[in-house]
């Protein structure tokens, strides 16, 4: 049974950066994509990026340029680098994992981890 463990969440101000960790045990993480979602009070899960098993990586909406996404397979670790914080990526922050190379579902979710950015 896969499980994922978040960490690195925090409270920061306005510009700075956040690197959150994932440790991932229990799978092949090798083998699978990895996705960092949030998800803001009042508002739905979004998905921030993913890095495929393969090591491509795509950050989504307003988070390119500011967010990098990567994957340390030899660690089972995925990271997420947010740099220019702004308030509104105030939200909780899950990885997640699915078999890489496939359309199906999410299927390992970790408990999250807030990131709070005041102004």
């Known amino acids: 049974q896969g499980r994922l463990v978040e960490s690195g969440g925090g409270l920061v101000q306005a510009g700075d950066s956040l690197r959150l960790s994932c440790a991932a045990s229990g799978l092949t993480f090798g083998s699978y994509d990895m996705g960092w979602f949030r998800q803001a009070p009042g508002k739905e899960r979004e998905l921030v990026g993913v890095?495929?098993?393969?090591?491509?990586?795509i950050v989504y909406a307003d988070s390119k340029g500011r967010f990098t996404i990567s994957r340390d397979n030899a660690e089972n670790t995925v990271y997420l680098q947010m740099n220019s914080l702004k308030p509104e990526d105030t939200a909780v922050y899950y990885c997640?994992?699915?078999?890489?190379?496939?359309?199906?579902?999410?299927?390992?979710w970790g408990q999250g981890t807030q990131v709070t950015v005041s102004s």
């Open positions: 997640a994992a699915k078999p890489g190379g496939t359309t199906t579902r999410y299927m390992y």
């Open positions: 890095v495929t098993w393969k090591g491509v990586s």
